[in-house]
């Protein structure tokens, strides 16, 4: 099976594991190789279905290993590798003046997930918002899916409890310009009204709907470029 267009982040992934009843596992643990038992809950890999305890694979991911996002078993892509910082804050000394640069260079950090530049000097790439957009598609499907559980309109949810979801999906160590909140708000609220109309079925993200949202940040973000804001 061919991987999905977008992928969660590895927290996403995981969070989202959900146990197998034991009823339902026959067989042994392909990692340690122990028959499943009560010990340790099993949990089946979507996509590629293949079952492991929880523990083993919990392991497996956080290993750190490059291909630590991958099904140990057939190399099915799973989730995003976690986000490594090249270079860590510098003294912030030497290139930029001006009160947001100032500002900017207690961040000098540059993000890289997945082989891809996401932020430089704090501030997002194009695929930086990329992923902030896929993230923030995962958690308010959470949050969608909660509100309905919940029996509340997931389309009228208060924009603080959208600010949750925003909140997750934006990488540590990113700076993003106040006034992006809003705009992000308002991304939320688009991606809930795309939930409902998938409801209850779960959507991944169309790579079409991905490339607007991007378009529409990076563009705003060129606008809010040297707005005196604080940053968030
Ligand atoms: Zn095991
Ligand atoms: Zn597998």
């Excluded at 492991?52 to 799973?78: A, K, M, Q, V």
């Excluded at 100032?102 to 997930?113: E, S």
């Excluded at 990329?130 to 308010?140: G, Q």
């Excluded at 990488?171 to 991304?187: K, N, S, T």
Aim: aromatic share 6%; charged share 20%; proline share 9%.
């Amino acid at each position: 099976m061919p991987p999905p267009m977008v992928l969660p982040t590895r927290r996403v992934f995981v969070d989202a594991l959900r146990a197998l009843p034991l009823e339902r596992v026959s067989g042994t643990c392909p990692i340690c190789q122990e028959p499943f038992s009560g010990a340790d809950v099993p949990v089946r890999l979507p996509g590629c279905g293949h079952i492991y305890c929880r523990s083993c694979i919990s392991e497996w991911f956080h290993s750190g290993r490059p291909n630590s996002n991958t099904c140990p078993l057939d190399r099915t892509t799973l989730f995003k590798l976690p986000l490594h910082v090249l270079a860590p804050s510098g003294s912030g000394s030497g290139s930029g003046s001006g009160p947001g640069r100032a500002r900017r260079n207690a961040h000098h950090v540059t993000l890289v997930q997945g082989g891809s530049i996401i932020a430089v000097n704090g501030m997002p790439t194009r695929e930086g918002y990329r992923s902030i957009v896929v993230d923030l598609w995962f958690f308010t499907s959470y949050l969608f899916r909660q509100a309905e559980n919940d029996d509340l309109d997931g389309l009228s949810v208060p924009d603080a409890l959208l600010r949750r979801p925003i909140d997750d999906a934006i990488p540590r160590g990113m700076e993003i310009p106040r006034a992006m909140i809003e705009i992000l708000v308002a991304v939320a609220r688009q991606m809930m009204v795309l939930h409902s109309e998938n409801w209850p079925r779960v959507h991944v993200l169309r790579p079409e709907d991905a490339d607007r949202f991007t378009d529409l940040l990076e563009r705003l973000a060129v606008g809010l470029d040297g707005i005196e804001g604080s940053l968030y």
